[in-house]
């Protein structure tokens, strides 16, 4: 459905108005419980997402029909109540582009709850929402305290290293929740459950916080700005820059875990495979700590491994033949040793294109990009645009967040495609400079581009800072439409029988699917009851991640650190609640 263009500036007032108007209509539809009624504040194809205010999981309900027949089944059993716009002033109601958004506020009997619309004018010349979100962020009675908790109120005449000590004595001596992993994601679903009161201990297999950063190649840097990528409770430095470098990254995930207060098995690995006691709800397994083999028993776990599994690394026939090196991206460190060689690249996403752009730097003697299929790439400044879009530097991250995680996925992708050629358009500077290298550019299968692929494939793209003029001019060469099929001892054979010349494979191929990794671990008995991880579901939500996934006390962690940061909530919320009993009272709120 096309939607008017509208006027580029309404006084505020008549925002103010219109968001009134809409939030009271909303509002008196949720408190008559009148399902069709709250389904027509809303366009003929607009979104509601909820995450767990109706249910105990997200849901992304797209058009009337769905939203009604949602909240026929789930609104006369968790009632919405005082919906108030956000005292945010970030939140207050605006105008741009023919759109009014705002924050509200709302109670269930159970929670406390907040969200965010989005309006536009429909057909009739009403005021609808085009997306609107219920989030739930504390529960009643069980809310995350606001800022740093009192520990001299704690203490009962302890040090605060006593009490340390002694909060991590009994967290590491029965936990509720054991997290696997280190990284991004499982400090700060720690750092949060912390603050909400649940006992958590965290193991990594590495000697060091951050050593899954620190052990990636040296000139890595993320390619979200800080603003985007800042950890929860703990913003960057005003000073820190604005592309995080790999070892400044691994060193602040260090002090991270310092500075919270966490409690980090380092060295530790599963041992044996976990055993669940679907009776007493408590997992049984054995992890190995520097050397010493230790029994825990936590009720949940967390996977916060990362949304990829082992590296794939393709097989090719003649390998006996070739003499140069063959590795995978992931035992790339350094292109200094490739200086003077001939390097061919297998893939063509984030990490292939940073390695060729290192090589190039490192005066490799030639280097070669092979590009099985298509890919999608755009440039780093229109990126930084569209996160600062919602990420707006001096703005809390809160802000951004909700405002993220108020845009179904589903959404998102539908707009994607809607605005192809706007796409193209964004970026024709960028592949002006790629059209005579051979290399063959898409905005993705059904041109739903760079911000939806990432949730889709979590690949298929690369972010342009510089590599685009090397490609044209010719210091990155591109191979580009067939699969390498073999070695010789020349180089790379591919399936047209031709060779490129090779000191150096370096495969960029990607990994397997965390699925498989997690069979190793669980079993595939377990491994059957869960969800896929990551990739979109039905309704265009992501998978798997701090959602339930099928198995009462298996939990996975992944994605960005938009994702860790703001939905360490939900999973938090989860986990309490089903303590507390209350999954099991909302008997129409099915997972």
């Known amino acids: 459905m096309e939607h008017p263009i509208e006027q580029t ?24 419980l009148d399902a069709d009624a709250v389904a027509r504040t809303f366009l003929p194809d607009g979104w509601l997402r909820d995450s767990l205010t109706f249910t105990w999981n997200n849901r992304a309900l797209h058009g009337r029909r769905k939203i009604a027949t949602f909240l026929v089944d789930t609104l006369p059993f968790n009632p919405v109540s005082n919906v108030t716009f956000d005292d945010d002033p970030h939140l207050a109601p605006t105008y741009h582009s023919g759109t009014v958004e705002f924050g509200f506020k709302y109670h269930t009997p159970i929670a406390w709850g907040r969200g965010h619309a989005r309006l536009v004018r429909g057909a009739t010349g009403r005021w609808e929402a085009l997306t609107a979100s219920t989030i739930i962020l504390d529960l009643k009675g ?143 397994l054995t992890v190995e700590r520097a050397g010493d083999i230790v029994t825990v028993t936590p009720a949940h776990i967390i996977m916060a491994t990362g949304v990829l599994g082992e590296p794939n690394i393709p097989v090719f026939a003649g390998r006996e033949r070739f003499p140069g090196a063959v590795l995978h991206t992931t035992e790339y460190m350094d292109a200094a040793p490739f200086a003077g060689k001939r390097v061919v690249v297998v893939g063509a996403g984030n990490t292939a294109i940073d390695v060729c752009q290192d090589l190039v730097g490192a005066r490799a003697a030639s280097v070669t990009m092979v590009q099985r299929s298509a890919t999608c790439v755009v440039s780093r400044s229109n990126v930084l645009k569209h996160l600062h879009e919602k ?109 490129l010349p090779a000191d150096v494979v370096i495969l960029a191929t990607g990994y397997h699917n965390i699925r498989e990794t997690n069979k190793q671990i669980f079993g595939p008995e377990i491994v059957a009851q869960i969800s896929e991880v990551h990739g979109l579901d039905e309704e265009g939500e992501l998978r798997g991640t701090c959602r339930p996934t099928g198995h009462p006390g298996l939990w996975f962690a992944g994605g960005d650190f938009y994702h860790s940061r703001f939905m360490s909530k939900q999973l938090g919320i989860l986990i309490k609640a089903g303590e507390l009993g209350l999954t099991s009272r909302r008997t129409r709120c099915y997972l």
């Not at 008549?14 to 909303?26: H, N, S, Y």
């Not at 964004?426 to 002006?432: A, D, I, T, V």
């Open 142 to 284: 069980h809310e995350e305290p606001v800022g740093g908790v009192d520990w001299e109120e704690q203490a009962e005449e302890r040090t605060w290293g006593q009490l340390q000590a002694d909060l991590k004595a009994k967290a590491g001596s029965n936990p509720t929740v054991l997290i696997v992993g280190s990284g991004q994601s499982g400090l700060q679903v720690a750092a949060r459950f912390k603050q909400m009161g649940i006992p958590t201990l965290l193991i990594e297999r590495n000697a060091r916080i951050g050593d899954n950063w620190r052990k990636r190649y040296s000139s890595l840097a993320l390619h979200t700005p800080k603003e985007h990528h800042q950890l929860l409770y703990q913003p960057y430095p005003s000073n820190w820059p604005l592309y995080t470098p790999r070892d400044k990254l691994a060193n602040w995930l260090e002090a991270y875990a310092d500075n919270q207060d966490l409690l980090v098995w380092t060295s530790t690995s599963i041992r044996g495979r976990p055993v669940y006691d679907s009776d007493r709800g408590r997992w049984r």
């Open 391 to 499: 990420w707006a530097p001096g703005v809390p991250v809160v802000v951004g967040d909700l405002k993220n995680a108020s845009t179904p996925i589903g959404f998102l992708r539908e707009e994607m495609i809607k605005h192809q050629a706007e796409q193209w358009a964004e970026e024709k500077k960028l592949h002006e400079k790629l059209k005579g290298s051979g290399l063959k550019l898409t905005l993705g299968s059904e041109g739903q581009g760079q911000a939806t692929l990432v949730y889709e494939r979590y690949g298929g793209f690369w972010q342009d800072k510089g590599a685009a003029d090397l490609i044209a001019s010719g210091r990155i060469r591109i191979k580009q439409g067939v699969q390498p099929v073999a070695y010789s001892s020349e180089g790379l054979v591919f399936e047209d029988g031709s060779t």
């Open 9 to 32: 500036t309404l006084p505020g007032s008549t925002v103010l108005q219109i968001a009134a108007t809409w939030l009271r209509e909303f509002s008196t539809a949720l408190y008559a």
